[in-house]
């Protein structure tokens, strides 16, 4: 017998929307994991087989998902941030699944989350070491470079936010949504049209 097809997704398709937030649900959580697995271990090589540290243990996980009818649906981007010293905080383990970078500014979300979340919980200071080829994208978001570092063997640049620009974030379990930005051009296009 033939097996019932019961929604055939047609092959272009795209979420509608994404939601950044803070991980709420344990399937969440188990995606982002698995997530950082396949692109700091398998894709990029810097931890063999696993790459979870001791921050885990207290740092907060925030989430990129992607929608379907308006529920969260697939984790397709994450990040973590621990507060190391009162007021000090920091981020790491930012990471966009391959098929969703550079589509709905899942990355540049995901860090404005991070940083807006702390700045809300009482950061004075926000931190990371961010790899070279990121360094660009961070200074597009006012970061400060203070300057190189080596970790895992790979040349970093430690970085600091400038908490000016990151308004505190009071509801991360909301989070932010953003839309593919295909999407989000037509909507901005559309919304000219109507003004
Ligand atoms: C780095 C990473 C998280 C970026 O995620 P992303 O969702 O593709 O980034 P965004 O779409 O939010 O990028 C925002 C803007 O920065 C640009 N950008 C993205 N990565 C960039 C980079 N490495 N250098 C310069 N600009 C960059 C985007 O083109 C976009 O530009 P726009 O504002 O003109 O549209 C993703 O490439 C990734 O997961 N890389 C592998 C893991 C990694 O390197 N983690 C970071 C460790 S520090």
Redesign the pocket.
């Known amino acids: 017998m033939q097996a019932l097809t019961v929604c055939e997704l047609p092959i272009d398709f795209a979420p509608a929307a994404f939601r950044i937030k803070c991980v709420s649900e344990p399937w969440e959580r188990r995606e982002a994991l698995a997530l950082r697995r396949a ?2 271990c398998v ?2 090589g810097v931890f063999v087989g696993n790459d979870l540290d001791a921050i885990d243990a207290h740092a907060t996980l925030l989430v ?1 998902c992607a929608c379907v009818a308006g529920e969260c649906d697939q984790v397709v ?1 994450t990040v973590r941030i621990h507060e190391a010293e009162p007021g000090v905080w920091w981020g790491s ?6 098929s ?12 404005r989350l991070a940083v807006s979340m702390a700045h809300a919980r009482g950061a004075t200071a926000f931190w ?4 070279q ?6 200074e ?2 006012n970061w400060h470079l203070h300057g190189p570092v080596q970790l895992h063997g790979r040349p ?1 640049g430690l970085m600091e936010a400038s908490l000016a620009h990151y308004p505190p974030c009071h509801e991360p379990d909301w989070g932010y949504f953003t839309l593919p ?1 295909a999407r989000a051009r037509a909507s901005a296009s559309a919304g000219e049209r109507r003004t």
């Open positions: 692109v700091f894709e990029q990129a981007g383990r930012l990471a966009v699944h391959p969703y970078r550079h589509l709905g500014r899942l990355g540049a979300t995901l860090i990371a070491h961010v790899q080829q990121n360094v660009a994208l961070f597009k978001l970093h930005q």
